[in-house]
């Protein structure tokens, strides 16, 4: 699959809504499009999904833009690539830096559909025509603000509601959500907050009947989470600290979780995810596609995840609408009675709106092959 040109466009994009976690708030997003052409003028489309700053993962924008310009570039336009799984196999010469990879893989994923004439679900060995998506609610200035949100939110037909919590906003804002929605699926993440000291705390979740608490100790940790499934029935997902097949064969091997949550950027890129999908499925390990407050076409590349057969949880790929003010894909993601319609046309089955891309667009770098 020869490649002529890589476009590489920095976006500066505003979230609607402030959204706020146990880390901080969050509402000026800036990420890359990495726009792959191939010498027939097929057009494949990638988004990074680091953050300004490193409080997710390591990873940053300003670590992207340097590893693909320096490093990443340079391995594409150096071998010869027959298929996007070899790009994960070539970027293993560069440690970590998986979000920067999977961004330049999935450029090369979409490219390859394109070629095809096939969509990228269907590349992906995708079998689903539709999928269950939930929301994300962040932290809100009150409670009473909370339950607006998620009566809302339910209104518009979502599936199930994933609500933030840290220490100290926990045990009552559950409470009160559960009294407030008997029957809603609820989930709650963490985002790395608690520790083993706070195990009795832990336990009172067992009184809210949630789906998983996801990722309630450290970033990097599966012996603690062991530890803690073993004294809490609620379900642990893991999050940050699956970065790959192996992280994720360990942990399901300690015990250290129910549930794991598949982000295409933790994980560096399609091909990892797969992989990880697919040992889920021997291990009958339940597995969801978390959000990383993409635009559309990292919105897109999940949806596209998401049709393998053993996500088999609601995701976090709400609709455009929920984040963004104006989306650069036409149409844009839709939901409709917590459902996303999977498109059919080749690829990730969305267009680029250049106009909104314009726009957004802060810097663009070409690098001609």
């Given amino acids: 699959m020869p490649i002529k040109k ?9 979230l609607k809504n402030p959204f706020s976690t146990s880390f901080g708030t969050l509402q000026n997003k800036d990420f890359f499009i990495i726009e792959a052409i191939d010498v027939n003028n097929n057009h494949g489309y990638g988004e990074s999904v680091a953050f300004l700053s490193p409080w ?18 340079d391995i594409i336009r150096e071998n010869n690539i027959s298929h996007p799984d070899d790009v994960n196999k070539l970027f293993s010469s560069i440690r970590g830096n998986r979000m920067a990879k999977a961004a330049v893989e999935g450029a090369i ?6 070629q095809k004439g096939i969509t990228l679900a269907e590349a992906l060995g995708g079998i689903k025509t539709e999928i269950d998506v939930g929301i994300s609610i962040g932290i809100q200035p009150t409670i ?56 009795e705390l832990l336990k009172q979740l067992d009184d809210f009947d949630l789906m998983m608490i996801e990722q309630p100790l450290a970033h990097d940790d599966i012996i603690n989470h062991a530890k803690l499934q073993k004294e809490i029935n609620t379900p642990i997902c893991l999050d940050e600290s699956i970065h ?64 393998l057969p053993q996500f088999n949880l609601p995701g976090d790929t709400a609709g455009s609408v929920h984040y963004w003010e104006q989306d650069i894909i036409t149409p844009e993601v839709t939901a409709n009675d917590g459902l996303i319609h999977v498109p059919d046309k080749p690829g990730i089955g969305y267009d680029i709106d250049w106009k909104a891309m314009k726009h957004y667009t802060i810097n663009k770098i070409t690098f001609d092959f």
Avoid at 6 to 14: E, T
Wanted: aromatic fraction near 6%.
């Fill in 56 to 73: 997710y993962t390591e990873e940053t924008v300003q670590t992207n833009e340097h590893i693909i310009t320096d490093f990443l570039i």
């Fill in 244 to 307: 790959s097949y192996e992280d994720a064969r360990k942990a399901i091997e300690l015990g250290s979780c129910k549930i794991i949550n598949i982000k295409i950027g933790r994980v560096g890129g399609l091909t990892e995810a797969k992989r990880i999908h697919d040992l889920c499925r021997e291990n009958d390990v339940a597995v969801w596609c978390g959000g990383m407050l993409e635009a559309g076409v990292g919105r897109a590349h999940n949806i596209a995840l998401t049709t």
């Fill in 144 to 199: 009473e603000d909370l339950l607006n949100t998620i009566h809302y939110q339910l209104k518009q037909g979502y599936k199930r509601v994933k609500l933030k919590i840290k220490p100290g906003v926990d045990i009552e804002l559950l409470h009160e959500v559960r009294k407030a929605f008997p029957d809603t699926p609820i989930m709650a993440d963490a985002n790395s907050a608690y520790t083993l000291n706070n195990v």
């Fill in 109 to 114: 994923w979409d490219l390859y559909a394109k």
């Fill in 6 to 14: 890589i476009n590489l466009h920095k976006l500066s994009m505003k």
